[in-house]
């Protein structure tokens, strides 16, 4: 048998092909420096002197550099509490949301010849994604159970997202059936299943609705407002927004009331922004690798 081999160098993409690459980069990057142009806008902004930006000179670089902006926001000790609930909330949230994602999910992916009562479940939490009570009637759940004015006030509502519990659970169907089975003659059970075989063959997901959680808490505000009543309770975003949309200026010294004069709103929210956006730019390439699907590729050999 005579064997042929065609060298890379005679294989030539077609003109079409490669139009199309070209066309699509360029459109992609005008896409991307269209996307940054505003964020690069509200940086420059946040650095900029405040007549700078009142006069609308501000572009695309800080006129007159200054820290007034971010000395504002920062002055106050409120603004380290906030900051530390924020990140308490962060970290208990997740961490409660992911528990019951994870024992949610799991037995919601099994067959219905294996959980026979999956579908009553299924629709009960679905139920729940159409229909709500509203806000007053959770007001009055969260007030009643006696954790209102708690950090468990800002965790406990949302406990339950039943959208990223659909977003696990598909991903366990998705698993190879071959590998439960093989554990279970090995005499391992569901926990071990779990624990030793489903989550870590699921970090992509798991990285994905860890991301989705962290960063609902983190900007979440509506909630501090209505079950917080002492504002030293706030959590950071509710804080910023406090202070952006009803400064008390009542409460300012004569040095606070001076540096306020000479601060222009459009400054403070500029910096607020990027305040806010750190902790989600810290977090976020951490947990971008593992945005992949194929994770469990090779795991079930045949």
């Not at 209102?148 to 959208?163: D, E, H, S």
Request: with cysteine; proline share 4%.
């Amino acid at each position: 048998m005579i064997k042929y081999k065609v060298s890379k160098h005679c294989v030539h993409e077609p003109i079409s092909r490669k139009t199309f690459v070209i066309i699509n980069y360029l459109f992609l990057t005008g896409v991307t420096i269209v996307s940054l142009m505003p964020l690069v806008n509200i940086l420059a902004m946040s650095f900029s002197d405040t007549l700078a930006v009142a006069a609308n000179e501000v572009k695309f670089w800080p006129v007159g550099f200054t820290f007034t902006s971010y000395s504002h926001v920062i002055a106050n000790a409120t603004f380290y509490t906030s900051f530390l609930i924020s990140v308490k909330r962060a970290v208990l949230g997740v961490s409660i949301n992911m528990i019951l994602s994870i024992l949610a999910a799991y037995p919601l992916s099994k067959a219905d010849s294996v959980f026979r009562a999956r579908k009553f479940y299924v629709w009960v939490f679905m139920f729940t994604m159409v229909f709500s009570g509203g806000v007053v009637p959770l007001f009055m759940v969260v007030k009643y159970t006696h954790i209102y004015n708690t950090i468990w006030a800002l965790i406990f509502p949302g406990a339950v997202n039943v959208f990223n519990i659909l977003i696990l659970m598909n991903f366990f169907r998705e698993l190879p059936g071959e590998i439960e089975e093989s554990a279970f003659i090995d005499g391992a059970g569901h926990w071990t299943i779990l624990f030793k075989i489903y989550l870590p063959l699921a970090k992509a997901a798991l990285a994905t609705l860890v991301l989705f959680f962290f960063v609902e808490h983190w900007n979440s505000w509506f909630d501090g407002l209505i079950y917080m009543s002492n504002k030293e309770r706030y959590p950071l975003q509710t804080y910023l927004q406090s202070i952006l949309a009803i400064p008390d200026v009542s409460k300012m010294t004569p040095q606070e009331l001076e540096a306020f004069g000479k601060i222009n709103i459009r400054s403070i929210k500029a910096a607020e922004i990027f305040i806010a956006a750190v902790p989600i730019l810290a977090v976020y390439p951490f947990l971008q690798k593992y945005f992949t699907k194929g994770i469990v590729l090779g795991s079930v050999k045949g």
